[in-house]
DNA sequence: TTAGTGACGTCCC
DNA sequence: AGGGACGCCACTA
């Protein structure tokens, strides 16, 4: 199992209409710190692992980080989001004290 | 085997 | 308050 692999683990763990952030899901996956890891992770990420919800994590400042190459795949992050009820701030933003997922122990 | 690369986080002016 | 710079590790060619 690649740390990869661990990184997808988490982030399928993510409940639907909640958000995780990049060091969030590091210190899950034992890799404290590590947050650029877990964007590697999802820019490996193949467009057919369809179970993987990427639309989900967002970075610290609750803003829809994504490849500047996608052109429009930030939209389509915040299109996804707004389906399942996760609502933006006029300034393109989310509201991590309501949205952030909180993992149960 | 070595070097390059990449969806971030945090500290310091 | 806002912006700039550095560090960190896994993976591919």
């Given at each position: 199992?690649s740390a ?22 590091a ?7 590590h ?7 999802l820019h ?5 692992q369809?179970?993987v919800?990427w ?8 803003e ?9 795949g930030?939209?389509?992050q915040?299109?996804?989001?707004e ?7 006029p ?11 909180q993992?149960?122990?």
């Amino acid at each position: 199992m690649s740390a990869y692999e661990e990184i997808y683990a988490i982030i399928r763990q993510i409940p639907r209409g909640k958000v995780a952030t990049y060091g969030q899901i590091a210190m899950k996956a034992n890799r404290l710190g590590h947050a650029r890891l877990v964007g590697y992770a999802l820019h490996r990420l193949a467009p057919h692992q369809n179970d993987v919800p990427w639309h989900r994590v967002v970075n610290a400042k609750g803003e829809i980080s994504y490849s500047i190459f996608r052109q429009g795949g930030d939209y389509l992050q915040r299109n996804l989001l707004e389906d399942e009820g996760v609502l933006f701030s006029p300034d393109e933003k989310i509201n991590l004290k309501k949205y952030q997922w909180q993992p149960e122990p």
